[in-house]
């Protein structure tokens, strides 16, 4: 009797790393269900996950470590992510922004900015961050 291929076995691709593997990410976002649903996107990827809810805990998360990109809700409970925004683009970490109203309700000095709208699907949550990083969001 001959059993069944394994396809983990004989599928290369099904060896390969996740399409994010051992990337550092933080996701700034303040409704925790999404926040969560993300962080579980990415993780499943690949990416260790970092969060924060709070413009205050974006900046402690800043602090003490070094993301290789980031997610950024574009509103903050209630607050403008401007001075956020500037902070990831001086440390050199790469973003997206993450909103539910629009480019127009985005920091205008950060135009160039890729945006995610709310609401996505998981792979367009993995396609922008692989694009972001110049991967391929099936590698």
């Known amino acids: 009797m001959v059993e069944p291929a394994d ?3 004989s ?12 990337l550092r990410l933080l996701v700034i976002e303040d409704e925790p269900l999404v926040a969560m649903d993300m962080a579980a996107t990415l993780s ?3 990416a260790v996950v970092e969060r924060a809810g709070t413009l205050e805990a974006a900046r402690r998360r800043l602090a003490d470590l070094r993301p290789d990109a ?3 809700d574009g509103n903050l409970q209630g ?9 990831l683009r001086r440390q050199g970490v790469p973003f997206v922004f993450v909103t539910g109203y629009g480019r127009d ?12 709208e709310k609401p996505f699907r998981p792979a367009q949550l993995l396609a922008a961050v692989a694009a ?5 969001p099936s590698a």
């Open 11 to 22: 599928d290369p691709a099904s060896r390969a790393p996740p399409a994010l593997a051992g």
């Open 7 to 9: 396809p983990a076995r």
């Open 105 to 116: 309700a985005l920091p205008p000095d950060f135009a160039d900015v890729a945006v995610l």
């Open 70 to 72: 980031a997610l950024l």
């Open 44 to 46: 499943a990827a690949g």
């Open 79 to 87: 607050k403008p992510v401007d001075t956020l925004a500037a902070a």
């Open 132 to 136: 972001l990083l110049g991967r391929s």
